[in-house]
């Protein structure tokens, strides 16, 4: 496993941007597909985006697309995921994930193996 820690997280106004930032322990990260997952108050966890080993692909849940992008750089151990055009409901707690024996890019959570503590994002209307 992986040890996986966010940041970034904080208040922003409903059109506003935030990055946020996953550093990850490990000399194979760049081997590793990862993800990035939230969970709102009194829901389920669910998909965000995720990036395969190379960053040469990416695949984003419908409601985020086109306003969010993950990206990584292997030389230092780091994902983001620039979030832009926030909407109240991107409220939720964001996870950065790690598939640490697997290379593509997956939305099912089962496939990640390494979760990190999360880091709150909240948007105000």
């Known amino acids: 496993q992986v040890q996986l820690v966010e940041s970034g997280g904080g208040l922003v106004q409903a059109g506003g941007s935030r990055r946020l930032s996953c550093a990850a322990s490990g000399r194979t990260f760049s081997t590793y597909a990862m993800g990035w997952f939230r969970q709102a108050s009194g829901k389920e966890r669910e998909f965000v985006a995720a990036?395969?080993?190379?960053?040469?692909?990416?695949t984003y849940a419908d409601s985020v697309k086109g306003r969010f992008t993950i990206s990584r750089d292997n030389a230092r151990n780091t994902v983001w995921l620039q979030m832009n055009s926030l909407r109240p409901e991107d409220t939720a707690i964001y996870y950065c994930a790690a598939a640490s024996t697997l290379s593509g890019v997956y939305v099912a959570q089962g496939e990640y193996d390494s979760w990190g503590q999360g880091t709150q994002v909240t948007v105000s209307s």
């Open positions: 990036i395969r080993w190379s960053g040469s692909r990416t």
